[in-house]
């Protein structure tokens, strides 16, 4: 027979460590959003030189939850912008910069030179 000492030591453990695990473990769970910001970044590469962003300003298609990591070079100096997520980057004259970020919000946000207003590229989350 179980004595109540033991069953209440039991009982104890049970709802310190057992019942606290399960939780955490159900709480990971999810619609792959964690899972999707945790894989590989998709890589973004934009190119602005002699006036205009070769190969033309693009629609890029991203995966809501997914990573980003938008490089961009330029021959000027100017900040990378981009709209909806309010993140910003300097890139020098000649030089890259990289912006990384998880696209956790649906909508079509556009990149732009900042101080010279020219878009880039438009990311498309959803």
């Known amino acids: 027979m179980v004595t109540s000492a033991w069953s209440r030591w039991?009982?104890?453990w049970?709802?310190?460590l057992v019942v606290p695990a399960v939780v955490l473990l159900s709480s990971c769970a999810g619609s792959g959003d964690a899972v999707a910001a945790a894989g590989?970044?998709?890589?973004?590469?934009?190119?602005?030189s002699a006036g205009i962003v070769q190969g033309g300003v693009s629609r890029i298609p991203v995966a809501q939850g997914r990573?980003?990591?938008?490089?961009?070079?330029?021959?000027?100096?100017?900040?990378?912008?981009?709209?909806?997520y309010d993140r910003k980057v300097d890139?020098?004259?000649g030089g890259s910069a990289t912006i990384e970020f998880v696209a956790d919000r649906s909508g079509v946000f556009e990149v732009?030179?900042?101080?010279r207003s020219i878009q880039l590229a438009?990311?498309?989350?959803?």
């Open 91 to 93: 890139v020098p004259a």
């Open 14 to 16: 049970f709802s310190a």
């Open 67 to 84: 990573r980003v990591q938008l490089m961009v070079r330029s021959d000027v100096a100017d900040q990378v912008h981009v709209h909806g």
């Open 10 to 12: 039991l009982l104890w």
């Open 122 to 126: 438009q990311l498309e989350v959803s």
């Open 112 to 115: 732009e030179l900042e101080s």
């Open 40 to 48: 590989p970044p998709q890589r973004i590469e934009v190119d602005y």
